[in-house]
Protein backbone atom coordinates (compact mmCIF):
# COMPACT_ATOMS: atom_id res chain seq x y z
CA UNK A 1 0.00 0.00 0.00
CA UNK A 2 1.61 3.40 -1.23
CA UNK A 3 2.19 6.10 0.81
CA UNK A 4 -1.25 8.20 -0.59
CA UNK A 5 -2.92 5.26 0.21
CA UNK A 6 -2.00 5.25 3.84
CA UNK A 7 -3.13 8.59 4.30
CA UNK A 8 -6.82 8.05 3.19
CA UNK A 9 -6.90 4.96 4.99
CA UNK A 10 -6.03 7.32 8.40
CA UNK A 11 -8.26 9.95 7.44
CA UNK A 12 -11.30 7.45 7.05
CA UNK A 13 -10.23 6.28 10.27
CA UNK A 14 -10.51 9.43 11.93
CA UNK A 15 -13.29 10.29 10.18
CA UNK A 16 -15.09 7.09 11.73
CA UNK A 17 -14.42 7.76 15.01
CA UNK A 18 -15.65 11.34 14.59
CA UNK A 19 -18.31 9.83 13.58
CA UNK A 20 -18.32 7.70 16.85
CA UNK A 21 -18.02 10.58 19.23
CA UNK A 22 -20.66 12.82 17.41
CA UNK A 23 -23.53 9.88 17.85
CA UNK A 24 -22.68 9.48 21.19
CA UNK A 25 -22.93 13.20 22.18
CA UNK A 26 -25.99 12.97 20.40
CA UNK A 27 -27.34 10.63 22.48
CA UNK A 28 -25.96 11.93 25.39
CA UNK A 29 -28.43 15.42 23.99
CA UNK A 30 -31.63 13.03 23.59
CA UNK A 31 -31.33 11.24 27.30
CA UNK A 32 -30.59 14.95 28.94
CA UNK A 33 -33.11 16.42 26.77
CA UNK A 34 -35.34 13.25 27.98
CA UNK A 35 -34.74 14.41 31.71
CA UNK A 36 -35.62 17.80 31.37
CA UNK A 37 -38.28 18.08 28.93
CA UNK A 38 -39.77 20.79 26.36
CA UNK A 39 -42.76 21.62 28.63
CA UNK A 40 -43.69 25.23 27.66
CA UNK A 41 -44.79 26.99 24.42
CA UNK A 42 -42.89 28.31 21.79
CA UNK A 43 -43.37 32.12 20.44
CA UNK A 44 -41.44 33.18 17.11
CA UNK A 45 -39.55 36.68 17.32
CA UNK A 46 -37.44 38.32 14.63
CA UNK A 47 -34.38 36.37 15.20
CA UNK A 48 -35.11 33.36 16.55
CA UNK A 49 -37.64 31.91 19.14
CA UNK A 50 -38.82 31.96 23.05
CA UNK A 51 -39.63 29.07 24.62
CA UNK A 52 -41.73 29.92 27.98
CA UNK A 53 -43.71 28.61 30.82
CA UNK A 54 -46.74 30.28 33.14
CA UNK A 55 -48.74 29.84 36.22
CA UNK A 56 -51.38 31.94 38.50
CA UNK A 57 -52.99 35.08 37.46
CA UNK A 58 -52.90 38.71 38.06
CA UNK A 59 -50.43 41.24 36.96
CA UNK A 60 -47.40 39.38 35.04
CA UNK A 61 -43.94 38.67 36.21
CA UNK A 62 -41.63 37.96 34.41
CA UNK A 63 -38.22 35.46 35.24
CA UNK A 64 -34.93 36.02 33.31
CA UNK A 65 -32.02 32.98 34.15
CA UNK A 66 -28.51 33.92 33.99
CA UNK A 67 -25.47 32.78 31.83
CA UNK A 68 -25.65 28.95 31.32
CA UNK A 69 -29.02 28.17 32.35
CA UNK A 70 -32.89 28.07 31.37
CA UNK A 71 -36.16 28.65 32.98
CA UNK A 72 -36.11 25.58 35.36
CA UNK A 73 -33.56 27.79 37.55
CA UNK A 74 -36.92 30.08 38.29
CA UNK A 75 -39.53 26.82 38.36
CA UNK A 76 -37.57 25.41 40.97
CA UNK A 77 -38.80 27.25 43.60
CA UNK A 78 -39.85 30.56 43.30
CA UNK A 79 -42.17 30.98 40.88
CA UNK A 80 -44.76 28.45 42.75
CA UNK A 81 -44.37 31.20 45.33
CA UNK A 82 -45.09 33.89 42.84
CA UNK A 83 -47.91 32.45 41.45
CA UNK A 84 -50.59 33.49 43.91
CA UNK A 85 -51.33 36.49 43.00
CA UNK A 86 -49.27 37.19 40.02
CA UNK A 87 -49.16 35.90 35.97
CA UNK A 88 -45.67 34.37 36.72
CA UNK A 89 -43.71 33.85 32.99
CA UNK A 90 -40.71 32.14 32.99
CA UNK A 91 -38.18 32.04 30.01
CA UNK A 92 -35.27 30.45 28.39
CA UNK A 93 -33.35 33.91 27.41
CA UNK A 94 -32.90 33.63 23.50
CA UNK A 95 -30.62 30.61 22.39
CA UNK A 96 -30.87 29.34 26.15
CA UNK A 97 -32.81 26.01 27.09
CA UNK A 98 -35.22 25.54 24.52
CA UNK A 99 -35.15 29.01 22.92
CA UNK A 100 -33.47 30.09 19.65
CA UNK A 101 -31.42 32.32 17.65
CA UNK A 102 -30.61 32.73 14.45
CA UNK A 103 -27.23 33.75 15.26
CA UNK A 104 -24.33 33.76 18.00
CA UNK A 105 -24.37 37.60 17.74
CA UNK A 106 -27.81 37.76 18.96
CA UNK A 107 -26.45 36.69 22.25
CA UNK A 108 -25.42 40.77 22.45
CA UNK A 109 -27.34 42.38 25.87
CA UNK A 110 -29.28 44.55 23.20
CA UNK A 111 -30.13 41.93 20.71
CA UNK A 112 -31.49 39.74 23.52
CA UNK A 113 -33.38 42.82 25.31
CA UNK A 114 -34.89 43.36 21.96
CA UNK A 115 -36.43 39.64 21.35
CA UNK A 116 -37.51 39.44 24.72
CA UNK A 117 -39.03 43.14 24.10
CA UNK A 118 -40.40 41.73 20.69
CA UNK A 119 -42.08 38.65 23.31
CA UNK A 120 -43.50 40.76 25.21
CA UNK A 121 -45.41 42.74 22.87
CA UNK A 122 -46.38 39.15 20.56
CA UNK A 123 -48.46 37.65 23.79
CA UNK A 124 -49.70 40.76 24.59
CA UNK A 125 -47.96 40.95 28.03
CA UNK A 126 -48.37 44.33 29.39
CA UNK A 127 -46.06 46.28 31.70
CA UNK A 128 -44.68 43.35 33.68
CA UNK A 129 -42.39 43.43 36.58
CA UNK A 130 -38.97 41.64 34.90
CA UNK A 131 -36.69 39.68 37.22
CA UNK A 132 -33.60 39.07 36.31
CA UNK A 133 -30.80 37.01 37.75
CA UNK A 134 -27.03 37.02 36.82
CA UNK A 135 -26.01 37.87 33.39
CA UNK A 136 -30.26 37.73 32.98
CA UNK A 137 -29.66 40.80 35.56
CA UNK A 138 -27.91 42.85 32.79
CA UNK A 139 -30.74 41.62 30.12
CA UNK A 140 -33.15 43.17 32.30
CA UNK A 141 -31.03 46.27 32.76
CA UNK A 142 -30.36 46.88 29.12
CA UNK A 143 -34.72 46.28 28.71
CA UNK A 144 -35.23 48.76 31.77
CA UNK A 145 -32.80 51.55 29.30
CA UNK A 146 -33.60 50.97 26.24
CA UNK A 147 -37.64 49.67 25.77
CA UNK A 148 -38.76 51.39 29.34
CA UNK A 149 -42.07 51.51 27.88
CA UNK A 150 -42.63 47.62 28.22
CA UNK A 151 -41.70 46.91 31.91
CA UNK A 152 -43.77 48.51 35.36
CA UNK A 153 -40.28 48.15 37.04
CA UNK A 154 -37.58 45.29 37.67
CA UNK A 155 -36.18 43.10 40.08
CA UNK A 156 -32.18 42.07 39.52
CA UNK A 157 -31.24 38.80 41.61
CA UNK A 158 -27.56 38.85 42.12
CA UNK A 159 -26.84 40.87 38.50
CA UNK A 160 -23.96 41.49 36.50
CA UNK A 161 -24.21 45.33 36.07
CA UNK A 162 -20.63 46.72 35.56
CA UNK A 163 -17.67 44.81 33.77
CA UNK A 164 -15.87 42.05 35.56
CA UNK A 165 -11.98 42.88 35.23
CA UNK A 166 -11.43 39.25 36.17
CA UNK A 167 -13.48 36.12 35.31
CA UNK A 168 -14.67 33.82 37.84
CA UNK A 169 -12.82 30.67 37.31
CA UNK A 170 -15.64 28.56 36.72
CA UNK A 171 -16.40 30.48 33.17
CA UNK A 172 -12.65 29.19 32.10
CA UNK A 173 -13.01 28.02 28.30
CA UNK A 174 -15.94 29.84 27.37
CA UNK A 175 -14.21 32.99 25.76
CA UNK A 176 -14.03 31.60 22.30
CA UNK A 177 -14.55 34.32 20.23
CA UNK A 178 -15.17 31.95 17.22
CA UNK A 179 -18.31 30.92 16.07
CA UNK A 180 -16.95 28.06 14.10
CA UNK A 181 -14.41 27.25 16.59
CA UNK A 182 -17.74 27.35 19.19
CA UNK A 183 -19.29 24.33 17.41
CA UNK A 184 -15.89 21.98 16.59
CA UNK A 185 -14.89 22.16 20.75
CA UNK A 186 -18.80 21.59 21.45
CA UNK A 187 -19.17 18.59 19.19
CA UNK A 188 -15.88 16.89 20.32
CA UNK A 189 -13.96 18.06 23.69
CA UNK A 190 -16.07 20.50 25.46
CA UNK A 191 -19.36 18.51 26.46
CA UNK A 192 -16.94 15.58 27.79
CA UNK A 193 -14.38 18.18 30.16
CA UNK A 194 -17.86 19.85 31.12
CA UNK A 195 -19.49 16.28 32.42
CA UNK A 196 -15.72 15.72 33.94
CA UNK A 197 -15.67 18.53 35.90
CA UNK A 198 -19.14 19.21 36.31
CA UNK A 199 -19.24 18.82 40.21
CA UNK A 200 -16.62 21.09 40.38
CA UNK A 201 -17.80 23.96 38.60
CA UNK A 202 -21.22 23.36 40.13
CA UNK A 203 -19.41 24.05 43.57
CA UNK A 204 -17.79 27.16 42.32
CA UNK A 205 -21.24 28.06 40.91
CA UNK A 206 -22.93 27.75 44.29
CA UNK A 207 -20.34 28.59 46.94
CA UNK A 208 -20.34 28.72 49.65
CA UNK A 209 -24.00 26.74 49.53
CA UNK A 210 -24.00 23.47 48.54
CA UNK A 211 -25.98 22.53 44.99
CA UNK A 212 -28.89 20.24 45.90
CA UNK A 213 -29.01 17.14 44.70
CA UNK A 214 -31.82 17.38 42.35
CA UNK A 215 -30.35 20.62 40.68
CA UNK A 216 -29.34 18.33 37.48
CA UNK A 217 -33.10 17.46 36.95
CA UNK A 218 -35.35 19.64 38.46
CA UNK A 219 -33.03 22.39 37.99
CA UNK A 220 -32.33 21.40 34.52
CA UNK A 221 -28.57 21.06 34.75
CA UNK A 222 -28.67 18.07 33.13
CA UNK A 223 -29.45 20.52 29.88
CA UNK A 224 -26.20 22.18 29.85
CA UNK A 225 -24.63 18.83 28.87
CA UNK A 226 -25.24 19.28 25.34
CA UNK A 227 -23.42 20.75 22.48
CA UNK A 228 -25.84 23.35 21.50
CA UNK A 229 -25.46 24.48 25.39
CA UNK A 230 -21.83 25.11 25.11
CA UNK A 231 -21.98 27.10 22.00
CA UNK A 232 -25.20 29.55 23.65
CA UNK A 233 -22.98 29.53 26.70
CA UNK A 234 -20.26 30.84 25.41
CA UNK A 235 -21.72 33.08 22.91
CA UNK A 236 -23.43 34.60 25.81
CA UNK A 237 -20.28 34.63 27.71
CA UNK A 238 -17.97 36.65 24.95
CA UNK A 239 -20.79 39.08 24.40
CA UNK A 240 -21.60 39.93 28.23
CA UNK A 241 -18.50 42.46 27.54
CA UNK A 242 -20.62 44.34 25.92
CA UNK A 243 -22.09 46.01 28.89
CA UNK A 244 -19.22 48.39 28.99
CA UNK A 245 -20.79 50.06 26.68
CA UNK A 246 -24.14 50.22 28.55
CA UNK A 247 -23.54 50.84 32.13
CA UNK A 248 -22.81 54.21 31.69
CA UNK A 249 -25.61 54.90 30.80
CA UNK A 250 -27.52 53.53 34.08
CA UNK A 251 -28.66 56.62 35.12
CA UNK A 252 -30.88 57.16 32.52
CA UNK A 253 -33.29 54.19 34.37
CA UNK A 254 -36.35 55.76 36.50
CA UNK A 255 -38.39 52.87 36.78
CA UNK A 256 -38.82 51.31 39.81
CA UNK A 257 -36.65 48.51 41.25
CA UNK A 258 -34.22 46.99 43.49
CA UNK A 259 -31.47 44.99 43.82
CA UNK A 260 -31.19 41.30 46.15
CA UNK A 261 -27.57 39.85 46.82
CA UNK A 262 -25.89 37.34 49.04
CA UNK A 263 -22.74 38.64 50.64
CA UNK A 264 -20.85 35.49 49.78
CA UNK A 265 -21.30 35.75 46.47
CA UNK A 266 -18.13 33.50 44.57
CA UNK A 267 -18.94 34.34 40.90
CA UNK A 268 -19.95 38.13 41.15
CA UNK A 269 -18.95 40.89 43.76
CA UNK A 270 -21.74 41.96 45.31
CA UNK A 271 -20.39 45.43 46.14
CA UNK A 272 -18.49 45.99 42.88
CA UNK A 273 -21.61 44.77 40.91
CA UNK A 274 -24.99 45.50 43.56
CA UNK A 275 -23.75 48.32 45.83
CA UNK A 276 -22.49 50.41 42.51
CA UNK A 277 -25.68 50.35 40.92
CA UNK A 278 -27.63 51.01 43.69
CA UNK A 279 -25.08 54.19 44.64
CA UNK A 280 -25.79 55.22 41.08
CA UNK A 281 -29.49 54.70 40.81
CA UNK A 282 -30.18 55.53 44.75
CA UNK A 283 -34.31 55.20 43.98
CA UNK A 284 -33.65 51.18 44.02
CA UNK A 285 -34.21 49.14 46.75
CA UNK A 286 -30.89 47.08 48.16
CA UNK A 287 -31.15 43.67 49.89
CA UNK A 288 -27.98 41.80 51.26
CA UNK A 289 -28.40 38.44 52.58
CA UNK A 290 -26.13 37.25 54.67
CA UNK A 291 -24.08 34.18 53.81
CA UNK A 292 -25.60 33.66 50.64
CA UNK A 293 -23.68 32.93 47.38
CA UNK A 294 -24.82 33.61 43.38
CA UNK A 295 -27.82 30.84 42.75
CA UNK A 296 -30.55 32.56 45.23
CA UNK A 297 -33.74 31.39 43.14
CA UNK A 298 -32.22 27.72 44.13
CA UNK A 299 -31.13 27.82 46.99
CA UNK A 300 -32.90 30.61 49.05
CA UNK A 301 -36.35 30.64 47.08
CA UNK A 302 -38.22 31.84 50.21
CA UNK A 303 -35.95 35.12 50.27
CA UNK A 304 -35.84 35.55 46.49
CA UNK A 305 -39.96 35.30 46.09
CA UNK A 306 -40.53 37.56 48.84
CA UNK A 307 -38.38 40.18 47.81
CA UNK A 308 -39.53 39.94 44.02
CA UNK A 309 -43.10 40.58 45.40
CA UNK A 310 -42.00 43.36 47.33
CA UNK A 311 -40.59 44.96 43.74
CA UNK A 312 -43.90 43.92 42.51
CA UNK A 313 -45.95 45.76 45.04
CA UNK A 314 -43.86 49.06 43.81
CA UNK A 315 -44.25 48.09 40.12
CA UNK A 316 -48.08 47.92 40.55
CA UNK A 317 -49.12 50.70 42.88
CA UNK A 318 -51.43 52.87 41.73
CA UNK A 319 -50.14 55.66 40.10
CA UNK A 320 -51.62 59.21 42.55
CA UNK A 321 -53.51 60.95 41.28
CA UNK A 322 -52.66 64.64 39.72
Request: glycine content about 10%; cysteine-free; hydrophobic content about 45%.
Amino acid sequence: MGFGEWIIVALLVVAGLIGLHAARLKRGQRLAEAAAPRIGKTTKVPGGAIHWVESGEGPPIVLIHGLGGQFRHWTYGVAEKLAPGYRVISLDRPGAGYSERDSDDHAALSTQARMIADFLEAEGIEKPLVVGHSLGGAVTLTLALEHPDKLSGFALVAPLTHPVSKPPEAFAGLGVRSPLMRRALAWTVAVPMARKYAEATLAMVFAPEPAPDDFVTRGGGVLGLRPRAFVSTSADFVHSTGIAELYPRWEAIALPGGVLYGDRDALLDYEEQGAALVSRLPHLDWTVLEGRGHMLPITAPEETAAFIRRMAERAFAPTPAA
